[in-house]
């Protein structure tokens, strides 16, 4: 099992940048493929982009795409989510999860470990 923790939430005016960490324990972290969701109020759960676990595939929403960027850091058991160009549709809660396949699944369900999720808020 993996255990994981986000951080780096917090309010940001449109265009500003964040950058989300988060951090595993529990278990073998470069076995696992990495994903970011996010989910705003009333809406589902919606993937934002995912990292294999050496980090050489990446994928991205076409809403994210070209401004928020995943790397990992294996050796420091955490991934990360730089998002710049912030609009205030990217509010949400944001969560990462993990999955212990060899692809890089795109939907939530294919994911086994999730963490408790950070707020990203963006104002206009």
Wanted: glycine share 12%.
């Amino acid at each position: 099992q993996v255990q994981l923790v986000e951080s780096g939430g917090g309010v940001v005016q449109a265009g500003g940048s964040l950058r989300l960490s988060c951090a595993a324990s529990g278990s073998t972290f470069s076995r696992y493929t990495m994903g970011w969701f996010q989910q705003a109020p009333g809406k589902e759960r919606e993937f934002v982009g995912a990292i294999s676990w050496r980090g050489g595939t990446t994928y991205y929403s076409d809403s994210v795409k070209g401004r928020f960027t995943i790397s990992r850091d294996n050796a420091k058991n955490t991934v990360y989510l730089q998002m710049n160009s912030l609009k205030p549709e990217d509010t949400a809660v944001y969560y990462c999860a993990a999955d212990g396949s060899v692809v890089v699944p795109r939907h939530r369900s294919a994911y086994d470990y999730w963490g408790q999720g950070t707020q990203v808020t963006v104002s206009s």
